[in-house]
C-alpha cells in the first residue's frame, strides 16, 4: 500500500498511503483532484520539559520532533506552504477540515484565509473524557477547534444536512460536537504496548465530518496521515482515500489498520438527503397521470381556502390563479409558500397532502 511519488505521476493514487513530506507528496499530485481535505498538522505544542501526574508518573505528551519548530515564525511558514499545496489540490467545490488546539489554531487559520479558503464554520469538539490539568495552574483544555472550509467564496461544498440531523436524533446539528477522546480498545498500540501514535483522534470524529461533507466514492486527502483514521473511516464509509506519512512506523500502524477495515455495504452507505437534491416533480406530471384530475378541488390544511385544477398544472381560485405556490401564497397573503406541503386531497375520506403523490412518483425514479 505504501507508495513514493514521482514527480511525473499523474494519475491519483487512491486508497493508497503516500511516504515522504506532505508539501512536497501533495505539489506532486493532479491539482483539482480532491473532493476533502482532513488535516491534522503538528500542533506546535511548544513543551518546556516533562509533565507528571500527581503521583509522579510522567505524562505520555507529544514530545516528538515532527512537533518541533524552531519559532512561530517557522511554524507560519510550514502553515502557509502546506496549505498553499491543499488549495491547488482541491477541486472548485471541494472543501477542506483542519483541527488544532489553542497552541496553533489561530495561526492555521489565518494562513487558511491568507490561500484563499472560505470558513463554513468553527466546529469545537468538547472531549467528553478531556484528560485533567494536573499542574492545576489553568483550566482543563477540554476540547479542540476545527475549521472547516470551502475552496473559495463561490464553492459550492458537499453538506448532507439531513445526514447529520438524522445521526442527532432529528435535531439540527449544531457546531459543539461532545465525542469521547480515543482510549479503551480504539486507542492502537505498539508492539511495546505503548500508544502507537500520541495524538490518534476517534473514529466518531471522522465519521461525523466524511458524512457530512462528502458523498460515496469521493476522494479524501490525509497530508498527516498518523495512524490512519482517515483512511479506516473512508474506507467503511465508501469513500476513498489517500494518506502521506513520512513516519514509517505509523505507515505500518495504518496499514494493518485499514486492512482489517470492512466496507459497508451499498444500502448501509445510503443516507437521508437533503429534499433539494431530490429529483425535481413537477406538479403537473401529477395531473398527466391522472392522480389528480383537471376540476378537482384542492384545500388548505385549515380548509379555509380552495382552488381547482386546471389541465396544465395550474390552479385557480375565486381571487387568483397561478402555480400551487403562487395560488396558495395568494390566498394566505405570504411572501412564498410551499405548494406541496400546504395543499390536500380527498383521498378514501381524508384530506392527505399532494406531497404523498410527489414521494411516491420519486420512489419510482430512484
Known amino acids: 500500500m505504501t507508495k513514493t511519488l514521482s514527480q511525473e505521476a499523474v494519475t491519483l493514487p487512491i486508497n493508497t498511503i503516500l511516504s515522504g513530506d506532505c508539501i512536497e507528496m501533495m505539489n506532486s499530485l493532479p491539482a483539482a483532484s480532491v473532493d476533502l481535505i482532513f488535516a491534522d498538522p503538528p500542533y506546535n505544542l511548544q513543551l518546556k520539559g516533562d509533565l ?38 482541491l477541486k472548485p467545490n471541494g472543501a477542506i477540515w483542519v483541527i488544532g ?37 489553568r483550566l482543563t483544555n477540554a476540547h479542540e477547534t476545527m475549521i472547516w472550509a470551502s475552496k473559495s467564496e463561490k464553492s459550492k461544498a458537499t453538506f448532507n444536512y439531513e445526514a447529520l440531523k438524522a445521526l442527532n436524533e432529528g435535531i439540527q446539528m449544531r457546531s ?59 474506507k467503511m464509509l465508501g469513500r476513498n482515500f489517500i494518506g502521506i506519512e513520512r513516519e514509517a512506523k505509523y505507515r505500518k500502524v495504518a ?13 448501509a452507505l445510503q443516507v437521508t438527503q437533503s429534499k433539494r437534491a431530490q429529483p ?61 406541503t400546504y395543499w390536500t386531497f380527498k383521498h378514501e375520506g381524508k384530506d ?3 406531497d404523498t403523490l410527489r414521494q411516491q412518483i420519486r420512489s419510482e425514479m430512484n
Open 52 to 89: 507528571h501526574r500527581p503521583d509522579n508518573s510522567k505524562v505520555d505528551a507529544v514530545d516528538d520532533d515532527w512537533d518541533q519548530f524552531a519559532s512561530f515564525k517557522a511554524y507560519d511558514k510550514f502553515s502557509t506552504a502546506w496549505l498553499k499545496a491543499a488549495h491547488r489540490l
Open 101 to 137: 488546539s489553542y497552541h496553533n489554531i489561530f495561526r492555521v487559520g489565518t494562513a487558511l484565509q491568507d490561500q484563499g479558503f472560505w470558513i463554513l464554520n468553527d466546529v469545537i469538539w468538547r472531549k467528553s473524557n478531556p484528560m485533567p490539568n494536573f499542574r492545576g495552574k
Open 176 to 234: 459543539d460536537w461532545v465525542l469521547p477522546i480515543c482510549n479503551g480498545h480504539e486507542r492502537l498500540k505498539d508492539e511495546n504496548g505503548d500508544k502507537a501514535h500520541p495524538t490518534q483522534k476517534p473514529e466518531s470524529l471522522l465519521h461525523r465530518v466524511i458524512l457530512g461533507s462528502t458523498n460515496p466514492g469521493d476522494v479524501i486527502l490525509d497530508p498527516f496521515f498518523g495512524s490512519g483514521t482517515t483512511g479506516a473511516v473512508a
Open 255 to 267: 496499514e494493518a489498520r485499514i486492512k482489517n477495515t470492512r466496507k459497508l455495504d451499498n444500502e
Open 280 to 340: 425535481r416533480v413537477p406538479f403537473g406530471a401529477l395531473v398527466e397521470r391522472g392522480m389528480l384530475r383537471p376540476g378537482e378541488t384542492l384545500r388548505s390544511p385549515n380548509g379555509r381556502h380552495a382552488a381547482k385544477i386546471r389541465a396544465d398544472g395550474t390552479l385557480v381560485s375565486d381571487t387568483v390563479q397561478g402555480s400551487i405556490h403562487q395560488v396558495g401564497a395568494s390566498l394566505e397573503g405570504a411572501p412564498s409558500c410551499n405548494g406541496w
Open 352 to 354: 392527505t397532502s399532494i
